[in-house]
């Protein structure tokens, strides 16, 4: 098993549960990169993307002994035996296999209550459609007598590797490795989970959500844990149990999926903009316009007065009432563009220029016109899908080996960017997290404890302290000046750190 640094899990956990106990470098639109060369061809798109229009097959037709369930925990052969929890009930486990047992738990119940899930005018959570099509695959599978099985297993095999009925008999013949991954899914539905863009955009559509699964304000104000996707974070939770295992090296791994997560999330964010905005703007249709849980939590959820004055630490000035858009989804998109071709050997660099433009417009207006927003989202949208296109395809393409000062001057990029002359780029707690774990991520692309970059240790330690919500609560509610100012100091330390040799 890889190494894991510490603090980055610990802030991991929280923030799949709702907070930092219960569980990158941000900079405002005007400190975006004005990046020289456009990526790929108008209309390039990634495949992956979608719902595959073949049907499901329950998990347990995958788990006979002579397929992948072989009942040796963690071997080759044995993935389903690994990823279902009955046949190794312990700490960990894979969350996709309680997803569906998880709307019967108190909190689940209660959220049903204060929803309206009542099982009268709308079903209970455990039958209702908008929990449904993230915490099982039966409401893609439909109807039929394999209803009940599709439950029981929650996020089955399906969920994350596509419908199975056209491939699971091709998938184990000689002639399925000399398919190319595009051919895989554009002909048979199958996820080709080994190349992340696949694989990330996959988890963002449940993880951020899309046209069909959209976990809103309302969600979260009944009690739903808020969705923060960082698909480096999530997949280093030291209680996941995984039923497979990364054939690149730590550093190839932690550096590639860190730039593919920005670009992912990002692009799942806008896109469930435009859906939002779509539905908005069509007459007779009411739709919650702005929605609040496209912005940054924080900026209204905080304590005032005193030492809680935040905005004196930061350079970004924002409309007063103006909350920013996708803070979380925005914060390392820009480092991450700039480096991308680094990790991806033939990318260019996007200009993500119509995603600038539509972070202006957001945060511009209080209630922005929806019309406006969906048509400059569609255009944001599909200049991601560009540059996601390239970074697939490179993928897919047998790859070098990330150079070795690679994670250090991401790390140096996100420090630098996170910070403005004496005050910090951004004040906002997303922006600053988001640093964070990019940081930590690259620190485990090192080694982490054991690695050549041991010192980077305390203090992402303590920029996490200051990070960390306070016990019982499910925000940063003491999050002021005092910790503002530990950040600074502690971001200013790994800048410096990470700035000499290679980080420059």
């Known amino acids: 098993m890889r190494a894991v640094p510490l603090v980055a899990m610990a802030l991991a956990a929280g923030v799949v549960a709702g907070g930092l106990n219960a569980v990158h470098s941000s900079h405002p639109p005007t400190r975006s990169p004005q990046l020289a060369s456009a990526v790929g061809a108008a209309g390039d798109k990634p495949y992956g993307v979608g719902a595959a229009p073949f049907a499901h097959r329950p998990s347990t037709s995958c788990a006979a002994s002579a397929c992948h369930g072989g009942g040796a ?29 998880v709307l ?10 204060l929803l309206g899930f009542d099982g009268k005018k709308e079903p209970l959570p455990h039958e209702n459609t908008r929990c449904l099509v993230c915490h099982s695959v039966a409401e893609g599978a439909g109807g039929g007598d394999d209803r009940e099985q599709f439950l029981a297993e929650g996020v089955g095999c399906g969920g994350c590797h596509g419908p199975a009925d056209k491939w699971i008999a091709e998938h184990t013949l000689p002639s399925w490795k000399a398919r190319s991954n595009e051919s895989k899914w554009k ?62 090296p730590a550093r190839d791994f932690e550096v590639r999926v860190w730039v593919v997560g920005q670009a992912a999330t990002l692009r799942a964010a806008v896109n469930l903009l435009y859906e939002r905005a779509r539905k908005a703007e069509t007459p007779n249709v009411s739709h919650p316009w702005p929605e609040f849980s496209g912005y940054s939590c924080f900026s209204c959820h905080q304590t005032i007065g005193g030492d809680a004055l935040r905005g004196e630490r930061s350079a970004t000035a924002r ?11 925005n914060a390392g998109a820009g480092v991450a563009a700039e480096t991308c071709g680094t990790a991806f050997p033939g990318v260019s660099s996007p200009q993500l220029l119509k995603v600038q433009e539509l972070r202006k417009l957001m945060g511009a207006k209080r209630e922005p016109n929806p019309a406006e927003v969906a048509r400059l989202a569609l255009a944001a949208r599909d200049e991601l899908d560009q540059w996601l296109a390239q970074l697939q395809a490179a993928e897919d393409r047998e790859l070098v080996p990330v150079p070795e000062g690679t994670p250090r001057r991401i790390a140096h990029l996100l420090t630098s960017r996170a910070l403005n002359g004496d005050k910090l780029a951004d004040h906002d707690w997303d922006a600053l ?20 970059e041991a010192l980077w240790g305390e203090p992402l330690a303590r920029v996490y302290g200051a990070l960390k919500f306070p016990p019982g609560s499910n925000g940063p509610v003491k999050f002021g000046k005092p910790e503002l100012d530990t950040i600074y100091k502690q971001l200013e330390l790994l800048r410096d750190t990470t700035g000499t040799p290679e980080g420059k």
């Open 433 to 452: 997290a988001s640093t964070y774990l990019g940081a930590a991520s690259m620190w485990t692309a090192t080694g982490g404890r054991g690695g050549r």
């Open 187 to 248: 002909d048979f539905g199958f996820v080709p989970t080994k190349n992340l863009v696949a694989r990330t955009l996959n988890c963002a559509s449940c993880h951020v959500g899309d046209g069909t699964r959209d976990m809103n304000h309302d969600f979260i104000a009944a009690g739903h844990p808020r969705l923060a996707f960082e698909p480096a974070r999530f997949h280093a939770q030291p209680d996941y149990r995984k039923h497979w295992t990364e054939k690149a």
């Open 73 to 101: 925990i963690g071997k080759a052969g044995s993935e389903h035996s690994t990823w279902t929890r009955e046949a190794a009930p312990s700490a960990t486990g894979d969350p996709h296999a309680k997803a569906y047992s």
């Open 319 to 329: 409309p007063v009432g103006n909350p920013p858009w996708e803070v979380w989804a």
């Open 104 to 113: 019967f738990n108190p909190v689940s119940v209660r959220m049903g209550q």
